[in-house]
């Protein structure tokens, strides 16, 4: 069982940058790939970036190549999401999950547990 925490969401005006952070409890952190995904309202869930077991794989969806970076610290059962040059259409309510796959994958439903999301904002 993995229970996770988002924090780092609030607002910004287009061209910011935030940092969202995610907490897992238990020990078996390191044994998860990582992701973020995120919902606008009335939208589906889309996937935005993922880390595999060691980070040592990371992969995003287009529109966020350049100005997202995940990156997960396993000693600290931690994963981040720095968000850079953020544009209006970033905003969504942001969720990190976690996967059993070793590189995760792009498809929430292989995603095991999810966090209870973070909103972000980004104003024009």
């Known amino acids: 069982q993995v229970q996770l925490v988002e924090s780092g969401g609030g607002l910004v005006q287009a061209g910011g940058s935030l940092r969202l952070s995610c907490a897992a409890s238990?020990?078996?952190?390191?044994?998860?790939?990582m992701a973020w995904f995120r919902q606008a309202p009335g939208k589906e869930r889309k996937f935005v970036a993922a880390?595999?077991?060691?980070?040592?794989?990371?992969y995003y969806a287009d529109s966020m190549k350049g100005r997202f970076t995940i990156s997960r610290d396993n000693a600290k059962n931690t994963v981040y999401l720095q968000m850079n040059s953020l544009k209006p259409e970033d905003t969504a309510v942001y969720y990190c999950?976690?996967?059993?796959?070793?590189?995760?994958?792009?498809?929430?439903?292989?995603?095991?547990?999810w966090g209870q999301g973070t909103q972000v904002t980004v104003s024009s």
């Open positions: 880390t595999s077991v060691s980070g040592g794989i990371t």
């Open positions: 238990g020990r078996t952190f390191s044994r998860y790939a």
């Open positions: 999950a976690a996967s059993p796959k070793p590189y995760g994958s792009s498809v929430p439903y292989d995603y095991d547990y």
